[in-house]
């Protein structure tokens, strides 16, 4: 069915004119013909992107369309107008104007005969907006999850669309219908066996050195990480960032609630990884063994001005499950710095920031240490009012 709140209107009246210029021939459509073709494109957030195909009975010579849009969301300085005829010369747009105090326009579109002609118009519409939601099942024994996707479309825009196809700038566009002022939740696609990895990680900027003086029970984050590839039976485009609700098998037929996360943007190889809380069972206490002075530097007063320091630390990590973990340990060294010695493998996330992937067995404890040296430590001149102050 046509749309009533946005009409466009083909208007030709008969033109007769007093002198020897050519006569042009003009018809009033009163419909608006049907859209028979609408694709909303959603990949950019701040506005959606609307084609829609309509097939215009023109006659020879110049033809008025009028296209309006009381009560519709559209940006006017967007619309766009072009002819998909075979021959794409054939319809040429002498002029647009805008009717004064009106949300409408009139192209003046002239054809070298009577024609049906299609055309494409295309407009940014405000109001439709969409979120990214993520259903994330693990089976029992926490190796693989099924995830499907859905989108939610929200429509305030004044338009209603009875079916389009919708974009979301990757995989394939799906058909709904979306009405003014409603909400529809749509499957968007459905992953079964997708592999995870359980992910424990402990950093050193966020989470206490020595646990046992905290006055609560301290807890090590736990993620869910998704590889967006196609070994993972993913990869075949990049995963909008959304809410997502990760729930885990409890062998009996139903599931339970693991927890709800923000899904990061996550293009192609890249890893998605999922909150699911804190777990209480591996432990991790960091302490600094030692500092050195090294390559001290003095101005003429013998005031120590720079100096090179020599820092190991010491990590002890306990497991008290009753299985192996791999827990990634995140260490970050400021200034100036080289590594001299270290018990482990790691790798450099930033200039100043070190991950290192701790394997540990059931049961058991192991100790990391690393030393580094930090270079050119400048040390700050007391100031004159603080020397003046000092007792003698």
């Known amino acids: 069915m046509p749309n009533t709140k946005q009409t466009a209107v083909v208007a030709v009246a008969a033109l007769f004119m007093l002198f020897s210029a050519p006569t042009f021939a003009r018809l009033r459509l009163t419909a608006l013909p049907e859209r028979d073709n609408i694709i909303v494109n959603l990949d950019n957030p701040d506005a959606a992107l609307v084609h829609e195909e309509r097939v215009l009975?023109?006659?020879?010579?110049?033809?008025?369309?009028?296209?309006?849009?009381?009560?519709?969301?559209?940006?006017?300085?967007?619309?766009?107008?072009?002819?998909?005829?075979?021959?794409?010369?054939?319809?040429?747009?002498?002029?647009?104007?805008?009717?004064?105090?009106?949300?409408?326009?009139?192209?003046?579109?002239?054809?070298?005969?009577?024609?049906?002609a299609r055309v494409r118009i295309s407009y940014l519409l405000d109001g439709i907006d969409q979120q990214v939601t993520y259903t994330a099942v693990a089976d029992q024994e926490e190796t693989q999850v099924d995830l499907q996707s859905f989108l939610v479309l929200r429509n305030f825009s004044g338009e209603d669309f009875d079916d389009a196809s919708w974009l979301l700038g990757y995989g394939a566009p799906f058909e709904s219908g979306s009405r003014?002022?409603?909400?529809?939740?749509?499957?968007?696609?459905?992953?079964?066996?997708?592999?995870?990895?359980?992910?424990?990680?402990?950093?050193?900027?966020?989470?206490?050195?020595?646990?046992?003086?905290?006055?609560?029970?301290?807890?090590?984050?736990?993620?869910?990480?998704?590889?967006?590839?196609?070994?993972?039976?993913?990869?075949?485009?990049?995963?909008?960032?959304?809410?997502?609700?990760?729930?885990?098998?409890?062998?009996?037929?139903?599931?339970?609630?693991?927890?709800?996360?923000?899904?990061?943007?996550?293009?192609?190889?890249?890893?998605?990884?999922?909150?699911?809380?804190?777990?209480?069972?591996?432990?991790?206490?960091?302490?600094?063994?030692?500092?050195?002075?090294?390559?001290?530097?003095?101005?003429?007063?013998?005031?120590?001005?720079?100096?090179?320091?020599?820092?190991?630390?010491?990590?002890?990590?306990?497991?008290?499950?009753?299985?192996?973990?791999?827990?990634?340990?995140?260490?970050?060294?400021?200034?100036?710095?080289?590594?001299?010695?270290c018990s482990h493998e790691y790798e450099k996330l930033d200039y100043k920031t070190l991950e290192f992937p701790v394997e540990i067995e059931a049961a058991s404890e192991i100790k990391m240490e690393f030393t580094y040296r930090v270079k050119n430590i400048i040390v700050s001149a007391p100031s004159p009012l603080r020397r003046h102050n000092q007792p003698r």
């Open 57 to 116: 009975a023109l006659q020879e010579g110049e033809n008025q369309i009028d296209f309006s849009w009381q009560g519709v969301r559209i940006d006017e300085s967007s619309i766009r107008f072009k002819s998909l005829t075979e021959d794409p010369d054939a319809l040429v747009l002498l002029s647009v104007s805008y009717p004064p105090g009106e949300d409408a326009l009139v192209w003046n579109v002239y054809s070298p005969e009577a024609m049906d």
């Open 180 to 341: 003014h002022e409603e909400t529809k939740r749509v499957s968007f696609f459905n992953k079964d066996a997708v592999p995870i990895e359980k992910e424990f990680t402990w950093d050193s900027a966020e989470q206490p050195h020595e646990p046992d003086r905290e006055d609560t029970n301290v807890g090590i984050p736990v993620h869910y990480v998704i590889r967006n590839t196609e070994d993972s039976n993913l990869g075949d485009h990049m995963l909008w960032p959304g809410k997502a609700r990760v729930f885990q098998q409890d062998g009996h037929g139903s599931t339970i609630f693991l927890g709800e996360d923000m899904a990061p943007f996550t293009p192609v190889g890249d890893a998605m990884r999922l909150y699911i809380g804190n777990s209480r069972d591996i432990v991790v206490t960091q302490r600094r063994m030692s500092t050195e002075r090294e390559n001290i530097r003095r101005n003429d007063n013998r005031n120590i001005v720079l100096h090179d320091e020599l820092r190991t630390e010491s990590v002890k990590i306990e497991n008290f499950r009753d299985s192996g973990a791999v827990l990634n340990v995140i260490q970050h060294l400021d200034g100036q710095w080289e590594m001299v010695e």
